[in-house]
């Protein structure tokens, strides 16, 4: 299994420009979700989805969207890239329960890193 | 915003030496859980801990969830430079699957 897959690994866009982050994951996870990780600032949670069709916003979540079309993959969007979204994203999966062991244990990606100049 | 405090923010040590740190919330949590990232990848799963007082190891670490839920150790016995790298809590609180996690604990050891 390769679990979670993001694309590109590295990626530097101009002020202004779009461009879509890629997650996939082949765990049949229902729970994905997407982190931005900046120095002293640990993980914060941008977007997240409990399954197909249903996402929500996580702490930090303008200047991102999100969509989930199928249960494998949750692409993360910036329509207008600023400087302050350089950062190095992470995409994580799990599957959902409450005092499952297991349940909720996130499975990261290697993650994108971002510049905006 | 973040609700864990992790701690300490940063450790230099000696091979061979013991680690210990910590995270701390004013939050009830169902689940601690505790990984590490190495230089340019994502975090790993080291231990997961899913019952108050519930003390697991894995190799050299050792983790507890705490009596009062609200907080949980790490423990790394006979430090190896390759256990190098930025260590995290994680935790998760009722019925919401977001997990939260702590700002990382920075541990470079020295051969």
């Known amino acids: 299994n390769a679990g979670v897959t993001q694309t590109p690994k590295f990626q530097v866009l101009k002020t202004g420009q779009s461009m879509t982050l890629q997650c996939a994951q082949d765990?049949?996870?229902?729970?994905m979700s997407w982190y931005r990780q900046d120095p002293g600032m640990g993980l914060r949670l941008i977007h997240y989805?409990?399954?197909?069709?249903?996402?929500d916003q996580g702490e930090v979540p303008n200047g991102y969207n999100v969509s989930r079309s199928t249960t494998e993959d949750f692409p993360l969007r910036l329509l207008s890239a600023a400087p302050s979204q350089t950062s190095v994203y992470f995409c994580?999966?799990?599957?959902?329960?409450?005092?499952?062991?297991?349940?909720?244990?996130?499975?990261f990606g290697a993650g994108s890193r971002l510049t905006v100049l | 915003g973040q609700q864990l405090n992790q701690s300490p923010q940063s450790m230099f040590i000696q091979e061979g030496e013991d680690v210990s740190m910590n995270c701390t919330s004013s939050?009830?949590?169902?689940?601690w859980l505790w990984y590490k990232q190495d230089p340019g990848e994502g975090p790993v799963l080291l231990i997961a801990?899913?019952?108050?007082?519930e003390l697991t190891s894995n190799g050299r670490l050792t983790a507890q969830f705490g009596i009062t839920r609200k907080d949980s150790f790490l423990n790394i016995s006979a430090s190896i430079p390759s256990d190098v790298g930025i260590y995290f809590c994680?935790?998760?609180?009722?019925?919401?699957?977001?997990?939260?996690f702590g700002k990382g604990t920075l541990l470079t050891v020295n051969p």
């Open positions: 994580a999966s799990s599957y959902t329960g409450s005092g499952t062991p297991g349940a909720n244990v996130l499975t």
């Open positions: 765990m049949n996870h229902e729970y």
């Open positions: 989805s409990v399954g197909a069709g249903i996402t």
């Open positions: 939050s009830i949590f169902n689940t």
């Open positions: 801990l899913y019952k108050a007082g």
């Open positions: 994680a935790g998760q609180k009722g019925s919401n699957y977001k997990l939260t």
